[in-house]
């Protein structure tokens, strides 16, 4: 039996660059960090001589064309596993609110089914890899900073190169500054999970539009301007970017934010936060603000929303059990 532990992503700022239709024109950049929230797999070898997966649902078939799920469908494909197997999924946080779960699913199964056939692959062939299964096999509209953050893990400043390449830089902090940032750091769920790629389809057209192509370029700066920030310490800056970012973030299209949403900023603002961006695509899932210690009460008091409790992860894709 087999089990891949791999992380959920938080991104803090150049979502959007790492779609095709901007970085093939000109270099995209994000900033994301992996969190203690997990997506697992789980493998083992199926007495009979059939494929059995199962996630909200349980599939029972005798060839890999009948599975009904697309990502689980093609990594078998890819991965050339094609009977005897069960696979069985297990996450933290629901799909669909903003934290990349689709792409840790990928990437953690096909870590699980390379260690299925005793195979070991690096963290760049599996982002590499799920990036093909999730955008040129599944045609999802998606970009790929998701599959590079969770195969890699940690903090990371990510950029997609014009010729399709990308490059993991991590990014360094003094011990004392990580626990600040972690600490300043608040999760609220919102509700009205959402399929990422309703809303990334749209972004995708935006970048037919000179002026939303040009937000996104200045998202990029932004991004740049964060790596800076972060290695030199200085948060009270960090919280002022995230805030700029979402503003900028917010023009990209009419479905990233909402009413409710921007009063949630707004209170949240108010109460003492410097800055925040709802997680992933947008639309709905997880509120994410930059807050001092200080406030936190009284942001809590006033949003009135669940909280995520959380702590930054380092280690990426992980198989945490193998039993031969």
Not at 96 to 114: D, E, I, N, P, Q
Not at 143 to 163: A, E, H, M, T
Not at 241 to 265: A, C, E, F, M, R
Request: with cysteine.
């Amino acid at each position: 039996m087999i089990t891949v532990r791999t992380p959920f992503r938080i991104s803090f700022i150049g979502g959007g660059s790492d779609l095709s239709s901007y970085y093939q024109k000109n270099s995209g950049a994000v900033i994301s960090t992996t969190i203690n929230k997990f997506m697992y797999l789980i493998i083992h070898p199926y007495f009979h001589n059939k494929i059995r997966v199962k996630y909200s649902v349980t599939e029972d078939v005798t060839s890999i064309s009948q599975i009904q799920h697309p990502l689980l469908r093609e990594c078998l494909k890819l991965m050339k596993v094609d009977k005897g197997i069960e696979i069985a999924s297990i996450a933290d946080v629901p799909a669909g609110t903003g934290l990349g779960s689709s792409s840790a699913f990928t990437v953690g199964l096909l870590c699980a089914l390379a260690g299925f056939k005793k195979n070991v692959k690096s963290k760049e062939w599996l982002a590499k890899m799920a990036c093909k299964v999730e955008i040129e096999k599944v045609k999802e509209p998606i970009g790929k900073q998701d599959q590079y953050s969770v195969s890699y893990g940690g903090l990371n400043y990510i950029r997609f190169n014009p010729d399709g390449s990308v490059c993991v830089e991590p990014i360094i902090l003094k011990p004392e500054i990580k626990s600040e940032l972690e600490n300043n750091l608040l999760m609220f769920y919102v509700g009205n999970e959402r399929k990422a790629s309703e809303i990334l389809t749209k972004q995708k057209k935006a970048m037919e539009n000179q002026k939303k192509y040009a937000v996104v370029s200045r998202m990029v700066k932004l991004a740049e301007k964060m790596k800076k920030v972060l290695i030199g310490g200085d948060l009270e800056k960090f919280g002022q970017l995230l805030h700029q970012g979402w503003v900028l973030k917010k023009k990209l299209t009419n479905d990233i934010s909402s009413s409710q949403l921007d009063t949630y900023y707004q209170k949240a603002l108010d109460a003492g936060a410097d800055g925040g961006k709802i997680l992933g695509a947008g639309g709905g899932g997880f509120f994410l603000f930059y807050c001092k210690p200080k406030y936190h009460k009284r942001l809590r008091k006033t949003l009135k929303l669940r909280e995520l409790d959380f702590k930054f992860d380092n280690d990426g894709v992980k198989t945490v059990y193998y039993d031969e």
